[in-house]
């Protein structure tokens, strides 16, 4: 069955670490491919988005994200987390012109003091 | 504008009670859809619609119906409510402008069946 895998449920690190989180897909064709953050308590909110062009897009808060479409890959990044970076992180998949997208599991981010 | 507003946040039901969750925006957008989120599954998408008078099924649309009389409002109607029917359900939206799959998420609600 078609999907998006994040590879991580759980993820704690302490501030200033280093984060990645991986995602993959296993649609064929063009995909619009997004990363969203839900912070405690919150709705999700869009972190970066990629449609075409540079691999590699910067969203906000300092995240940015690749994409590496022989790996079927979309992996988030951000070199130095903080505390409020505590969040649970979805990477999506979209195929249509509208607003149909394939969440992945999602992966919980906890950063430490 | 107010975004994309849903009602209520907090709702409890009993097993076999119908409820509708409503969801409204203000931004003239054309898509409007349904997700619920359930741990380790993340969000999965039960009815979307891409105009006014037009819905169609998701992923996981068994247990909800739709409609879209209006361009602003999108309810989602629990006919015969199930204990695996609680979950965060979360209404989103997109307009023409927003670029391909960019969505507007509501604050979600939180729906539990005894």
């Known amino acids: 069955a078609q999907s998006v895998s994040q590879h991580n449920h759980h993820v704690i690190l302490s501030e200033a670490a280093s984060l990645e989180l991986g995602c993959n897909y296993s649609?064929?064709?063009?995909?619009?491919l997004f990363w969203y953050v839900q912070y405690p308590g919150q709705h999700l909110q869009l972190l970066l988005k990629?449609?075409?062009?540079?691999?590699l897009v910067k969203g906000i808060k300092g995240f940015e994200a690749e994409f590496i479409k022989s790996k079927f890959s979309f992996n988030l990044r951000k070199p130095s987390v903080q505390w409020s970076d505590t969040a649970e992180y979805f990477c999506a998949v979209g195929r249509d012109s509208w607003g149909k997208l394939q969440f992945g599991a999602g992966t919980q981010v906890v950063v430490t003091p | 504008n107010a975004g994309v507003t849903q009602t209520p946040k907090f709702q409890v039901l009993k097993t076999g009670q119908s409820m509708t969750l409503q969801c409204a925006q203000d931004?003239?957008?054309?898509?409007m859809s349904w997700y619920r989120q359930d741990p380790g599954m993340g969000l999965r998408l039960i009815h979307y619609?891409?105009?006014?008078?037009?819905?169609d099924q998701g992923e996981v649309p068994n247990g909800y119906n739709v409609s879209r009389s209006t361009t602003e409002d999108f309810p989602l109607r629990l006919l015969s409510a199930a204990p695996s029917q609680t979950s965060v359900y979360f209404c989103?939206?997109?307009?023409?402008?927003?670029?391909?799959?960019?969505?507007?998420f509501g604050a979600g609600s939180r729906l539990t069946v005894l």
């Open positions: 619609s891409v105009g006014a008078g037009i819905t």
């Open positions: 931004m003239n957008h054309e898509y």
């Open positions: 990629y449609f075409s062009g540079d691999p």
């Open positions: 989103a939206s997109r307009g023409q402008g927003s670029g391909a799959n960019v969505l507007t």
């Open positions: 649609y064929g064709g063009t995909v619009n």
